[in-house]
């Protein structure tokens, strides 16, 4: 897992956020120091580490962004609260607040999962022989199929399980989020949200739909199994072929001409292709209807470029601290992958 130091830092204040650790979380031995953990383009994530070495990460808002539902840490923590007692594997919740005195943000603190995080192809290279790959791709599906087994009456989500307007509720809010806080428009979004909006299919049966679910959004052990899924600050209610859409969104093959991440894990060979992908859901969840699966890929590029613009937005504000790349390329990639979102929408 890749860190930054926190030196000067402007997401954390250490030595309050310190002093609320020994009060609130427990087990801590002595004071508490912090890494910022790269990789993630959304909430501000930091390894916390007592003076006993144990461990577990804090999650926070980007600067600036406090209020914002796209980045509503202690709803995030909630729902790995209600997952739990589930099969699906989640880190422990071991504290929160809502205190923005403390550091400038609502934050929560869950256990560290250690373990393999696949976030490039050097990632893979390094922690995964070739001939095992395809099993870190069952995993993966597995686990998608366990979630979306989970009936969400079960764990307290019975209002939302009534309703069947998700993809209608995510076209709004997406377009909302994106024309209320953006330095620019991109004419492929309106143009495939408008699309969308026209071919829209029914809902599936209600499921829990993760909302950002993608491999490198998952803790591995060396053996193949899932430790913990990450990442839940979107999930909500809805039609779960959502998820399967967006996995496939994310999963790039060699030879694509258009990517959703820039150096994607995938690129790595040995992996199986988006078809096999689908293949291994549907056997893990054999009462899955994937026949809307490709309006479902088709949302997905377009909430992608939503979500990338929406990166370099913040990017160009500097609500997210120092980066390991410029706002430009941001930029660009996002104008990429709205021009693939319409191409999708086009064809529906």
């Given at each position: ?53 144990s ?19 202690l ?15 989640v ?35 390094a ?53 209320a ?15 969308l ?13 993760h ?69 291994m ?63 999708f929408?086009?064809?529906?």
């Amino acid at each position: 897992m890749n860190q930054d130091s926190t030196t000067d830092d402007p997401g954390l204040r250490e030595a309050a956020v310190s002093a609320w650790f020994a009060d609130s979380v427990a087990g801590v031995t002595g004071s508490v120091s912090f890494q910022r953990i790269a990789g993630g383009r959304s909430n501000l994530t930091y390894r916390a580490t007592d003076e006993a070495g144990s461990a577990w990460v804090l999650r926070r808002a980007p600067l600036g962004m406090g209020g914002s539902r796209s980045h509503d840490v202690l709803r995030e923590a909630d729902v790995l609260t209600r997952l739990a007692g589930t099969a699906v594997t989640v880190p422990a919740v071991a504290g929160r607040t809502d205190d923005v005195r403390i550091t400038g943000a609502p934050f929560y603190v869950m256990e560290f999962v250690d373990g393999i995080i696949l976030r490039d192809p050097a990632a893979v290279e390094a922690a995964v022989p070739e001939d095992r790959r395809g099993d870190f791709a069952r995993s993966l599906m597995s686990t998608l199929a366990q979630l979306h087994s989970v009936d969400p009456r079960d764990v307290g989500w019975g209002a939302l399980a009534e309703r069947d307007d998700y993809y209608a509720r995510q076209l709004k809010r997406w377009s909302t989020n994106w024309a209320a806080d953006r330095v620019r428009v991109l004419d492929d979004i309106g143009r495939a949200h408008d699309r969308l909006t026209e071919r829209m299919p029914a809902q599936g049966a209600p499921g829990i739909v993760h909302g950002d679910y993608r491999i490198d959004n998952c803790v591995y052990g060396p053996d193949g199994a899932i430790r913990a899924v990450l990442d839940w600050e979107l999930t909500t209610v809805g039609d779960p072929l959502a998820d399967l859409g967006q996995l496939l969104t994310y999963w790039t093959e060699p030879g694509d001409d258009v990517r959703a991440l820039e150096n994607p894990p995938t690129l790595a060979a040995g992996f199986p292709s988006r078809d096999e992908l689908v293949e291994m859901y549907v056997a893990a969840s054999p009462s899955a209807d994937v026949s809307a699966l490709r309006f479902a890929v088709a949302y997905n590029w377009w909430k992608v470029a939503c979500i990338v613009e929406n990166v370099y937005t913040r990017m160009a504000r500097g609500a997210m601290g120092a980066s390991d790349r410029t706002p430009a390329s941001f930029a660009a990639q996002a104008e990429r992958i709205a021009a693939q979102a319409w191409r999708f929408a086009r064809e529906l």
